[in-house]
C-alpha cells in the first residue's frame, strides 16, 4: 500500500457561477474570511496511510474537523489522540463503534478500511444514526453498492463515497469547459492508471478485503474520468486481461486490464488499468471543437494539464481539504460539486466494473 501511496504522490477554476454548484473558487474566496456556520464533526475509521493523509489534509479544512478515530489498533489510537487533540469518549474499536449513536460530538463517520469491508461498516454507521464517507471503490460489486445505498436512505443519513477530484480546481474547469461546449462534442477519451505494485502479502491483493486487483485501486480513476469528462454514461464495454505473475496475482486480482467503454453519442474510451507498470497517470479527452491533456492527472500533487486554449493554470490545494470542505457544504446546504459524490455515483462505477470483469473473462462485449 504504501509503494502505491509513494508513487502517487510523485505523480501527484475559473469561478464560474452554477447555482448549487460547489465551485473551489469559492472556497478560496470565502478562506480570506473566518467561517462562522456549522462544522462537520468526523471520525475516521481506518487509520492507515491514507487516513493519515486525509486527517492531515483536515487540518486546513474550514467547514470540517476531526473528531473521533475507530481502529483495531489500541497504538495508533493512542497516537491519533495525542496528534490530533481527540478525546478519549470519541475513540472507538471494530467492536464498540456501534456505540456513536450515543456520541452528539460526531456527525460522519469516513471510512477508509479495505474496500471488503466497506458494505458492512457502513450499515453499522447508518443504522447508528451517522452520516457515511465511504473511500472509493464503495464496495467489491454494484449488489454491495446498492445495498449500501438502500441502507442509508432508510437510516435518514448521507452517503457520500471519497472522490476527491471532483473537487480538484483543474479537473472541476476541464469538466465546465466541456460543459459549455469548449471541446465540441466529445469524441475520444484515453485514461492510462496504474503503478507497479509492492508488497504481495497487502490487503490489495488478497480478493477477499479487495474485490479484484489494478481495476477497484486504480482503473476506477480511469472508468470514473471518462464518465465526467465526456459528459455521458457508457452503454457497452470489452476488456482484455494480461497477468504476467501468477503467484503475485492470484485468482481473481487483476494484474493489467485493458478495457473500452461505448458511449450513446458514438464516444469511444479506451483505458488501461495496471499493476505492474509506472508513469501511468493520464487522461486525454479530444472533442469536434478542441482537447484536453493530463498528466497527472489522478495523483496527490499537482494536476497538470493542457487544452486547445492553453494551460490550466489552476491553483494547487490538498485534495482531501478541498473534499471533506466540499462535503460538509453538501450536507449542510445542499451544496452539490459538479459532478455527484453520493453513493448512486459510486454505484455507477461499479456497475462498470462488473461489466468490466466479466467482459475480460469471457471475452464478449457486455452491454450496461
Not at 49 to 78: D, N
Not at 181 to 195: A, I, N, T
Not at 203 to 216: D, I, P, V
Request: aromatic share 8%; net charge neutral; hydrophobic share 35%.
Amino acid at each position: 500500500m504504501s509503494s502505491r501511496r509513494e508513487f502517487i504522490e510523485k505523480l501527484s477554476i475559473t469561478a464560474i457561477s452554477v447555482p448549487l454548484l460547489y465551485s473551489p473558487a469559492q472556497l478560496f474566496a470565502a478562506s480570506s474570511e473566518p467561517y462562522e456556520g456549522p462544522i462537520l464533526k468526523v471520525a475516521i475509521m481506518g487509520l492507515g496511510s491514507y487516513g493519515t493523509r486525509v486527517a492531515e489534509a483536515m487540518q486546513s479544512c474550514t467547514r470540517a474537523k476531526l473528531v473521533g478515530v475507530i481502529s483495531g489498533t489500541p497504538s495508533k489510537i493512542k497516537k491519533w489522540q495525542s496528534k490530533y487533540d481527540i478525546p478519549e469518549k470519541n475513540c472507538y474499536n471494530y467492536d464498540n463503534f456501534d456505540a456513536i449513536k450515543n456520541n452528539p460530538d460526531i456527525d460522519a463517520v469516513y471510512i477508509i478500511t479495505p474496500n471488503g469491508l466497506h458494505k458492512d461498516q457502513t450499515i453499522r454507521v447508518a443504522k447508528a444514526g451517522k452520516h457515511v464517507i465511504s473511500e472509493k471503490p464503495m464496495g467489491i460489486n454494484a449488489q454491495e453498492g446498492q445495498e449500501m445505498v438502500d441502507v442509508c436512505k432508510a437510516a435518514n443519513v448521507k452517503l457520500l463515497i471519497g472522490y476527491r477530484m471532483h473537487f480538484e480546481p483543474k479537473t472541476v474547469a476541464v469538466i465546465q469547459m466541456r460543459k459549455d461546449g469548449d471541446f465540441g462534442q466529445p469524441k475520444f477519451f484515453q485514461g492510462q492508471s496504474g503503478f507497479t505494485i509492492g508488497d504481495p502479502t497487502q490487503w490489495r491483493l488478497n480478493k477477499e478485503l479487495s474485490g479484484g486487483g489494478a481495476m477497484m485501486d486504480i482503473g476506477i480513476y480511469s472508468i470514473n474520468g471518462a464518465r465526467y469528462m465526456l459528459g455521458e454514461e457508457p452503454v457497452w464495454v470489452t476488456a482484455q486481461e494480461t497477468k504476467t505473475d501468477p503467484i503475485k496475482f492470484k485468482e481473481g486480482i487483476d494484474e493489467t486490464i485493458q478495457f473500452q467503454m461505448g458511449f450513446p453519442s458514438g464516444a469511444v474510451a479506451n483505458c488501461l488499468s495496471t499493476y505492474s507498470m509506472n508513469n501511468l497517470d493520464r487522461f486525454y479527452m479530444t472533442g469536434s471543437k478542441g482537447f484536453v491533456e493530463m498528466q497527472p492527472s489522478t495523483g496527490y500533487g499537482p494536476i497538470e494539464g493542457r487544452t486547445h486554449k492553453g494551460p490550466l493554470t489552476q491553483p494547487h490545494i490538498t485534495h482531501q481539504t478541498l473534499q471533506m470542505d466540499g462535503m460538509a457544504a453538501l450536507i449542510f446546504d445542499g451544496v452539490q460539486p459538479i459532478v455527484p459524490v453520493d453513493g448512486e455515483e459510486g454505484v455507477k462505477d461499479m456497475k462498470i466494473i462488473d461489466a468490466i470483469f466479466k467482459a475480460a473473462k469471457t471475452g464478449q462485449k457486455v452491454t450496461l
